[in-house]
């Protein structure tokens, strides 16, 4: 099986940063795709950012954090990273990661989700 585990959310100011690290262990043979997805109270998931490719260098922004976020990977430790600058309170949510990968000795790619962490921006 395969476990995605966040770090690094927490309670920040208005223009604050906060680096999240999600990191993927388990029978991993190579990542596809592996970002982070955000849900505010009473709001659908929505994209935050995702790194594709097996490099990880094909990455895509939501429109709301371009210019303020950078997802980067390191394939070496099946982990990516959030670097959140000039935060807003509407960045406040929980953060999921999520990955999509072959496992070993599948040809199927299969998703996985993070539990999750809570960014909470005051203003």
């Known amino acids: 099986q395969v476990q995605l585990v966040e770090s690094g959310g927490g309670l920040v100011q208005a223009g604050g940063s906060l680096r999240l690290s999600c990191a993927a262990s388990g029978s991993i043979s190579t990542i596809d795709d592996m970002g982070w997805y955000r849900q505010a109270p009473g709001m659908q998931r929505e994209l935050v950012a995702t790194?594709?490719?097996?490099?990880?260098?094909?990455?895509v922004y939501g429109d709301s954090v371009k210019g303020r976020f950078t997802i980067s990977r390191d394939n070496a430790k099946n982990t990516v990273y959030l670097q959140m600058n000039s935060l807003k309170p509407e960045d406040t949510g929980v953060y999921y990661c999520?990955?999509?990968?072959?496992?070993?000795?599948?040809?199927?790619?299969?998703?996985?989700w993070g539990q999750g962490t809570q960014v909470t921006v005051s203003s």
């Open positions: 999520h990955a999509a990968l072959h496992q070993v000795d599948t040809i199927y790619v299969r998703e996985f």
């Open positions: 790194s594709g490719g097996r490099s990880g260098t094909r990455t």
